[in-house]
C-alpha cells in the first residue's frame, strides 16, 4: 500500500459560483464546492490547455468542510442586444436575453485533495 498525502486548499471570497446543473440562461451554484469546479481551479492554475487530460488531478480524493456556508446571491443579467455577422455577410439583429446567475457570498471552505502522487500535491501547492 502507497502512502497517501494531503494538500489542503481554503477557497474564500465574496462571490463564488460551483456549477452543477447549469442550462442556457439560468446559472445556478452547489451550496460546497464541486469536485469538476476544483479540478477546473487547479487546471487554470497549473496553465493547462483545455484539451490536455486530467486524469491525474481525477484521481485525487476530494472533501470538503464548510467553515462558513455563505448565502445565496442571485444576479439578475442580461446579454445581447445588438448583432453579429453572417457568413453571407449579413447582419443577423439579436434580442436582450435575460438571465439569472447565483452565486454563494462570503462563503468559506476548506478542501482536502488527497492522493499517493507526492510530486503532483507539490506542483499544486
Given at each position: 500500500m502507497s502512502e497517501r498525502h494531503t494538500l489542503l486548499l481554503r477557497?474564500?471570497?465574496p462571490l463564488q459560483a460551483w456549477g452543477i446543473d447549469s442550462r442556457f440562461s439560468v446559472r445556478d451554484t452547489g451550496r460546497e464546492p464541486s469536485k469538476s469546479g476544483v479540478v477546473g481551479l487547479l487546471c487554470a492554475a497549473l496553465g493547462r490547455c483545455r484539451?490536455?487530460?486530467v486524469d491525474d488531478l481525477a484521481r485525487l480524493t476530494m472533501a470538503v468542510r464548510a467553515d462558513r456556508e455563505g448565502d445565496i446571491l442571485r444576479d439578475y443579467h442580461?446579454?445581447?442586444k445588438g448583432g453579429y455577422y453572417r457568413a453571407s455577410g449579413a447582419i443577423e439583429r439579436t434580442n436582450v436575453i435575460p438571465g439569472n446567475r447565483y452565486y454563494l457570498s462570503d462563503a468559506r471552505f476548506l478542501v482536502g485533495l488527497e492522493g499517493d502522487d507526492l510530486a503532483l500535491l507539490t506542483d499544486l501547492h
Open positions: 477557497l474564500c471570497g484539451d490536455r487530460p442580461v446579454a445581447g
